[in-house]
Nanobody, 118 residues
Framework: QVQLVESGGGLVQPGGSLRLSCVAS????????MNWYRQAPGKQRELVAT???????NYADFVNGRFTISRDNAKNTVYLQMNSLKPEDTAVYYC????????????WGQGTQVTVSS
């Protein structure tokens, strides 16, 4: 089991930056993948960024170099640095942990609201 707590959301103007944090209740070092998802009103939840236990990162096409996912194993924390924010980035952002046991198990945080507006 993994409990995840996100923070760092808020209201920001277009072109601004935010850093989201996700603190896990246990070591993330051996978690198969830590992911950030987002869900805008009326839309499906979509994958934003992934950080695997092997150290590789992947991003959705819409990120286009604006976001960076990173992690601090000592703090059991994953970050999402978001720069050059656009109104269409407005969504609830969720942290997700994919834990591999006999099968993959998904754990979710409660989400943090990001609103990009002037």
């Amino acid at each position: 089991q993994v409990q995840l707590v996100e923070s760092g959301g808020g209201l920001v103007q277009p072109g601004g930056s935010l850093r989201l944090s996700c603190v896990a209740s246990r070591s993330i070092f051996t978690i198969y993948a830590m992911n950030w998802y987002r869900q805008a009103p009326g839309k499906q939840r979509e994958l934003v960024a992934t950080f695997t236990s092997g150290g590789s990162t992947n991003y959705a096409d819409f990120v286009n170099g604006r976001f960076t996912i990173s992690r601090d194993n000592a703090k059991n924390t994953v970050y999402l640095q978001m720069n050059s924010l656009k109104p269409e980035d407005t969504a609830v952002y969720y942290c997700n942990a994919q834990v591999l046991g006999l099968k993959f198990n998904d754990y979710w945080g409660q989400g943090t609201q990001v609103t990009v507006s002037s």
